[in-house]
């Protein structure tokens, strides 16, 4: 079976800065992968390259099929490819529920033709409990973890094939982030797959089937 995203010698730079060096990795439709590293290793660095959000970069990207390697960034969220930022970057003045509607895409297919995971906020409501106790609060107005929640319900009513998500646990106090461990184990259950980017090794061995472990730009071999 082919790989959902299939990422080969990826390389990346920030101006003169080499940042990602030869990267190669795999997801399978239906895993959740880590990207382990401490921070500045490259892991956030590789989840925007595959995203097309670093202009300079070579290598290959395939996803659910199709090369993106030199797509940019909206025809690769187009094909499927759903992104929640290690700064959520969800809409302060909106709320709940508009900054969800934002989100809102329509439903899509899995290459080989069969039904991909659909979303409503009726059915995220059900993975993010807490959400939706607050659907008339303005994003300026929630806590940390719950704007981390709503930045990944947002993605999800896009409908993606698989989800880049950086840094889900930093920041985020103990009960919460065992919360969010919770809710990944609910979205791979409905299907979702997820490439994650990671430090914590705790919050990873909860969610991840497997991991790769990245350092100065590097995938190691091990």
Request: with cysteine; glycine share 10%; hydrophobic share 40%.
């Amino acid at each position: 079976m082919s790989a959902l995203l299939e990422v080969c010698g990826l390389n990346a730079w920030y101006g003169a800065a080499h940042v990602v060096l030869d990267v190669d990795l795999q997801v399978q439709r239906g895993e959740v992968v880590g990207l382990m590293g401490r921070n500045g290793a490259g892991k956030s660095s590789t989840l925007k390259a595959i995203m097309g959000l670093m202009p300079r970069r070579s290598g290959e990207i395939r996803f659910a099929g199709h090369d993106i390697t030199h797509a940019p960034t909206h025809e690769v969220a187009r094909q499927g490819l759903g992104f929640v930022p290690e700064n959520r970057r969800i809409f302060s003045e909106l709320t709940v529920i508009e900054n969800l509607e934002v989100g809102r895409q329509a439903p899509r297919r899995w290459p080989d033709g069969s039904s991909a995971p659909s979303w409503t906020p009726e059915k995220l409501f059900q993975v993010f409990p807490n959400l939706a106790t607050m659907t008339d609060r303005l994003g300026s107005c929630m806590s940390g973890g719950e704007q981390q929640m709503l930045a990944l319900a947002r993605t999800l009513m896009g409908n993606p094939l698989l989800v880049l998500l950086d840094e889900p646990s930093e920041g985020l106090a103990p009960l919460i982030v065992a919360q969010m461990a919770g809710m990944i184990n609910a979205l791979k259950g409905q299907g979702v797959s997820i490439l994650l980017s990671e430090q914590n090794e705790q919050f990873a061995a909860l969610v991840c089937d497997r991991c790769y472990v990245i350092a100065q730009g590097q995938v190691s071999p091990d």
